[in-house]
């Protein structure tokens, strides 16, 4: 294998996150000590752990041989920190102390690399906005009662927003569209009102849990025992990698596919590899369905599939991939080496019709 077609698939970087966080601190410290030395020592743990985490997107952007996922994360981090209230320079610093750094730690190759995209990082920083538009667009023809229904959710009433949705599905709207134009919508809202810091940690873990909650009810009352929907006799396993607690969107997914006349076996969060592989033989799954939303979870989802592929058991089960990783790279399911790429819930659903076809 040649490097060209190396860099066509996943190379897992092993980088000491810690150790090169501790080091980019201390020279940031050096750099600029009238900063530091202002920091509270709760200041101080977080600018470190700011740190990892910068050095854990670029070691995701070395393995898979593009910038794309570094530059996502700084766009995202750039306005937390703006909304923090902090400085405009203080992402842009970090990273311009943490590139010397890495200039000096890693390999040639590697150091060359995470140059080259830091810099592209630091370029995109410059006129980078601040704000997020909101996710509950006017285009949604939902989107008064996604509003209604996150503005009662904000107020804690968890009762009125799941009586809000069941009348509408009673009144005849499809489940399929309250699926699409107001729980997801309104999730990726608490997700960027989080991020714009407009709301509490408790208040978006509070709406996620209350939604995970309704989605219960919605399973048992419109798609469990629903004889209307015809069987395939084909099981899909639905699971999010080890490690990943972002479970809603593959609960909208296997919902979708229970709904498409699938049998899912719905794994949910932080699904270690071998009860995946486990499921998938006991099942005689068809297809796995694997999910990942932060980027850092990567190496999870190719290591899952590597041992899918391994076991003589679960080799020839088709494996489709989704997640917000996914979405900023469309052709990163093809690093990882999955069958399919599925941007929805709707795309899983006709992607696995296809798999089997």
């Not at 200039?103 to 990082?121: F, G, N």
């Not at 309104?186 to 960027?192: F, I, M, Y």
Request: proline content about 4%; some cysteine; glycine content about 4%.
């Amino acid at each position: 294998m040649n490097f060209k077609e190396q860099e066509l698939l996943y190379q897992p970087v092993d980088l000491n996150y810690r150790a090169i966080a501790q080091k980019a601190y201390e020279s940031y410290e050096q750099r600029y000590p009238d900063i530091i030395n202002g920091y509270n020592a709760y200041q101080k743990a977080r600018t470190l752990e700011d740190f990892s985490y910068h050095i854990q997107y670029i070691g995701e952007s070395l393995a898979v041989s593009d910038a794309a996922i570094l530059i996502d994360y700084a766009k995202w981090a750039n306005v937390l920190l703006s909304s923090l209230g902090l400085p405009k320079n203080c992402l842009s610093s970090g990273l311009e102390v943490l590139m010397e750094v890495l200039d000096r730690e890693l390999p040639e190759e590697q150091s060359r690399k995470s140059h080259e995209y830091i810099e592209q990082c630091l370029l995109m920083l410059t006129k980078a906005p601040t704000t997020v538009p909101s996710f509950i667009t006017d285009d949604n023809p939902l989107r008064q009662v996604a509003n209604e229904y996150l503005t009662l959710l904000l107020h804690g009433d968890r009762a009125k927003a799941h009586d809000l949705v069941m009348d509408l599905v009673n009144s005849g709207t499809p489940v399929r569209d309250v699926y699409l134009l107001i729980f997801q919508p309104v999730l990726r809202e608490t997700g960027r009102l989080w991020q714009m810091q407009e709301i509490s940690v408790a208040q978006e873990h509070y709406i996620t849990a209350s939604t995970q909650q309704i989605l219960a009810q919605f399973y048992h009352l419109f798609i469990a025992g629903n004889k209307k929907i015809v069987k395939r006799g084909r099981t899909v396993i639905a699971a999010c990698v080890s490690g990943e607690l972002h479970e809603v969107g593959m609960r909208i997914v296997a919902d979708f596919l229970e709904m498409d006349g699938w049998d899912t076996y719905y794994i949910g969060s932080n699904s270690p590899s071998n009860s995946v592989i486990q499921a998938v033989r006991e099942r005689k799954a068809s297809i796995v369905a694997i999910s990942s939303t932060m980027s850092f979870h990567i190496p999870q989802v190719y290591s899952l599939i590597k041992a899918l592929r391994s076991s003589p058991d679960t080799k020839e089960v088709a494996i489709i991939i989704g997640g917000y990783p996914f979405n900023i790279m469309p052709d990163l399911w093809k690093k990882v080496e999955a069958d399919a790429y599925a941007p929805s819930a709707e795309a899983a659903v006709s992607l696995a019709d296809w798999l089997i076809s």
